[in-house]
C-alpha cells in the first residue's frame, strides 16, 4: 500500500503514517487491521449472547444509553489523569505500559499502529466498565449488551481518531471541528482537549479550549512531560524506544518556551 512509513524507533514492522494516506487507504488499513478484526468479532460474540440471555428490550435499550453517557467520561478520567499522568514511566514494571498507550501515539502522532489502543489493556478496562453496570440493569443478557457496546463506541472513537490525524480535511463542519480541537491538544497544549468525538465533558470540567491563541503553547505537548532530565531519572521508556524523547514534531515550531531558552 502506498502511504506507509517505516519507524524503527517507536516500532519495528509495517506501520501507516496517517498524515501520507487519504480516507481510502484508512478505509482499507481500518477494516483489515487485526484490533479492529478483533473488535468486530467480540461485538458478533455480545450480539448472540444478548440473544440467548435476552433481558427484554427495555432493560437492553437502558444498557445502552447507559454506556453510551459513561463512556465519555470514564475516557476523559483515563485519558487526562492516567495517560497524560507522570507516574507510570516513573516505574520500571509500567514504563513499558505508559509507552505503548500513549507516550508513542504523542511521539508520532500520525502513526496508526501506535494510535489504536492495544487489546491487552483495552478490553480489560472496556470489561470492567460496562459489564457491571448492564448486570446491573438487567443481568447477563444486559451485561454482553453493554460490553458490546462499549467495543462498538472504541471502533466509532478509533475510527475518527485516525480521521484527525489522516492527510485528509473532511466534509461535515462538525468533523472540521472535532478535528482541529483534536490536533490542538496534539500539537499546542496537551492539557486539554480531552476528548475524541466529544468535547462536553472537556467543557464540563474546564479543559476545553476551542483555538491556539486561547493558551501559550506547551513545552511537552509531543513528551508529555518525558523530557531529557526526566529519562535520566527514569530511563526505562527510554530504553525501549532505542532514542531520546523529543520535545516536538517534526516540521512543527519549537513553544515559545523553548524558543526562548534556545535562544539564550
Known sequence: MSGTLRNPTIRSGRSFDLGKMNLRQLWIAYLTYPTILLYFTLIVVSVILSAHFFAGWGA?????????????????????WILHGQWLYKSRWTASLWKRIHFDHH????????????????????GAV???????????????TA??????????YEFFHCIQHLNYKPKAAWIQRMK????????????????????????AFGSFYEEARARPR???????????????????VMKLTGSPPRDRPDGARPSTRSASRDAA
Open 60 to 80: 437492553t435499550l437502558t444498557s445502552i444509553l447507559a454506556v453510551m453517557l459513561v463512556y465519555p467520561v470514564v475516557w476523559y478520567s483515563l485519558h487526562r
Open 130 to 144: 460496562t459489564i457491571p453496570v448492564g448486570w446491573l440493569i438487567g443481568g447477563w443478557g444486559a451485561a454482553a
Open 180 to 203: 482541529a480541537w483534536h490536533v490542538l491538544h496534539h500539537f499546542h497544549d496537551e492539557d486539554g482537549n480531552f476528548g475524541i468525538t466529544s468535547y462536553v465533558v472537556d467543557r
Open 218 to 236: 506547551s513545552p511537552s505537548v509531543f513528551n508529555l512531560g518525558y523530557n531529557l532530565e526526566q529519562a535520566k531519572r527514569y530511563p526505562w
Open 147 to 156: 460490553f458490546g457496546a462499549g467495543v462498538t463506541i472504541t471502533c466509532i
Open 107 to 126: 511521539q508520532d502522532p500520525h502513526l496508526l499502529d501506535v494510535l489504536f489502543g492495544a487489546p491487552a489493556t483495552t478490553l480489560p478496562t472496556i
